[in-house]
């Protein structure tokens, strides 16, 4: 049987890496589409087999040229996602009017899916431009393309994610760790291989035209997420809640950084939870479990965090 297929935007990112490997072991042919070939075009030659992989790139979000290689595909995939903006407008740019552009071309395309991982626990973040730039893409994603799927997932965490690995770093360098909300916000953090799962599964069902929440098997506060961190790298450290005054003005000089580690729209965002919502659907509820634990996950990999790494007898502290 002729294997589909498959235009990836984002495809360089955490979930399109993993993603890549699924599809092409599967006998999907991708083209991913990255703004830069060169820089890493290379780790994505690596998950694919000979001839399932085709590196596209482009610089920006050119209407023609996205026309034109969405044409030969049958299924389009957007994984194109940012935390914080470098210039203004770029969450309205990426998060929704991109997404709209992508949903409005597989119509006139009429392509058999589109399917858009926005993100969940937005819904009440309406004081946050990540929650409404995200919301307004899937609100547009909605009017144009009847055969569209949403996904949202909490955390999505893995050796390679921008969460876990940078607050090992953090919490392996600092001696106190500040806790914003007194690390009360909840979340129910989701292994990339698992959710990778859900992506492969609505790529192959048939139905169309829904919206389904992804999360993990469990519920953890912040505060639980880090003392399941710092267990894992053996070491002790003091968690302080941090007043809101002072919170609200480390993000104001940490987003100076070039790469920030907290914005004051991220600080917003994480007063919300990022549980299910009961307005859709989880994984769980149509059948799809998340099986991998945080805490048994994070011990494969968070030797590297650990004095002496992974083969050393001390007792580390
Ligand atoms: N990771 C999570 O915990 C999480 C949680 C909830 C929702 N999500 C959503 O899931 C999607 C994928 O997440 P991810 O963790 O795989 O993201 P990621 O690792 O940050 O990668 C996102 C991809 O987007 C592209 N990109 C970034 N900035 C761009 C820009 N200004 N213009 C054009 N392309 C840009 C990059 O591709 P190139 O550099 O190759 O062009 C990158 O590979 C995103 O929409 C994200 O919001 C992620």
């Not at 993603?19 to 991708?30: D, P």
């Not at 392509?111 to 926005?118: A, N, P, T, V």
């Not at 968070?302 to 004095?307: E, G, R, V």
Request: positive net charge.
């Amino acid at each position: 049987m002729k294997q589909k297929e498959i235009l990836l935007f984002g495809a360089t990112g955490q979930i399109g890496r993993n993603l890549v490997r699924k599809l092409s072991k599967n006998n999907y042919k991708v083209t991913a589409v990255t703004r830069n070939i060169h820089r890493k075009g290379y780790i994505l030659k690596t998950q694919a087999n000979p001839g399932y992989l085709n590196l596209i790139e482009l610089k920006n979000f050119n209407y023609e040229k996205i026309y034109k290689l969405m044409q030969n595909c049958e299924i389009c995939i957007n994984l194109v996602g940012i935390l914080y903006e470098k210039r203004s407008n770029e969450f309205n740019l990426i998060h929704s009017e991109l997404p709209s552009m992508l949903s409005n071309i597989s119509k006139k395309l009429k392509l058999e899916k589109f399917i858009h991982i926005s993100a969940l626990g937005i819904e009440n973040a309406k004081d946050s431009k990540y929650a409404s730039s995200k919301l307004d893409g899937e609100r547009k994603i909605r009017e144009n393309f009847q055969n569209s799927i949403i996904l949202k997932p909490s955390i999505v965490y893995s050796i390679d994610d921008n969460f876990t690995t940078n607050f090992m770093t953090l919490l392996s360098r600092l001696p106190i760790m500040p806790l914003y909300y007194s690390g009360q916000t909840k979340f129910m953090p989701i292994h990339v291989s698992d959710l990778v799962e859900i992506i492969y599964y609505v790529i192959k069902d048939k139905k169309t035209n829904f919206t389904l929440e992804c999360v993990g098997p469990e519920i953890l506060t912040f505060r639980e997420l880090l003392i399941k961190l710092l267990k894992s790298i053996n070491k002790k450290r003091i968690l302080m809640p941090l007043p809101f005054s002072l919170a609200k003005l480390s993000a104001k000089l940490l987003q100076l950084l070039p790469t920030p580690i907290l914005t004051e729209d991220q600080l917003r965002t994480l007063k919300y939870d990022n549980i299910y919502s009961k307005i859709y659907k989880t994984n769980f509820d149509i059948g799809i479990k998340a099986n991998k634990f945080f805490g048994e996950e994070i011990n494969k990999y968070s030797y590297n965090w650990m004095t002496g790494g992974q083969f050393s007898k001390k007792i580390n502290k």
